[in-house]
């Protein structure tokens, strides 16, 4: 059940799922806003009808999007986590399957940043997708830098959120080439014991 904090989610069909990929393209590549049903409905090759007996709304369609794309990242974060043989490596870890992730999955940047450009409302469904995968990120730098640094984890945490989210944002924006590997030495350098050893 949804809650205040938690959008409601519908069951996909493989019908929907192809709409839902379609959607998603979309939607990363051009934008929320300038994509219509319509548009969804001829790439997933469905009726508009379909979409809606699916997903009920473009809005609905929108919270599948990206919490889809927060799944998958989180998915394709878990196993870097995992075997990291450091509490400081696996911080570092973060930043590595950033860079790896925008490689493959992200060339105009952070779908969630992108995203809260368009979607600034509360109201919107989508908005908590949004704000929960940038809160999610937080307690994960929190909770990672515990063992590195549990006098202050929270200040840490912190910082280290603000580089990988700049680094994101300049990825995207192509400001500078490697922004998130230039962010990674930028996290090292912070983390106890490790400013001073090789890469």
């Known amino acids: 059940m949804a809650t205040a904090n938690t959008p409601r989610r519908v069951p996909l069909t493989p019908g929907a799922r192809r709409a839902l990929a379609a959607a998603g393209r979309l939607f990363y590549e051009r934008g929320i806003h300038a994509v219509g049903v319509d548009l969804i409905a001829a790439e997933a090759g ?18 599948e ?11 394709f974060l878990a196993p870097r986590l995992d075997s990291a043989p450091t509490a400081e490596g696996r911080v570092l870890a973060v930043f590595e399957a950033s860079r790896d992730w925008m490689e493959s999955h992200g060339s105009r940047g952070c779908s969630m940043v992108n995203a809260h450009a368009e979607i600034d409302d509360p109201a919107h469904p ?27 984890p929270d200040a840490l945490a912190r910082t280290l959120m603000l580089l990988h989210e ?34």
């Open 166 to 199: 700049g680094a994101l944002v300049a990825h995207g924006l192509r400001i500078f080439p490697g922004a998130l590997d230039h962010a990674r030495q930028e996290a090292r350098a912070l983390l106890p014991g490790t400013a001073d050893a090789s890469a």
């Open 65 to 75: 999007y990206l919490a889809d794309r927060d799944e998958r990242w989180r998915a």
């Open 46 to 63: 469905v009726t508009k009808k379909t979409l809606y007996d699916r997903f009920g709304s473009k809005e609905q369609i929108v919270v």
């Open 126 to 152: 989508a908005y908590a997708v949004i704000t929960g995968q940038k809160a999610w990120m937080l307690t994960l730098f929190t909770d990672l830098v515990r063992p590195v640094a549990p006098a202050a």
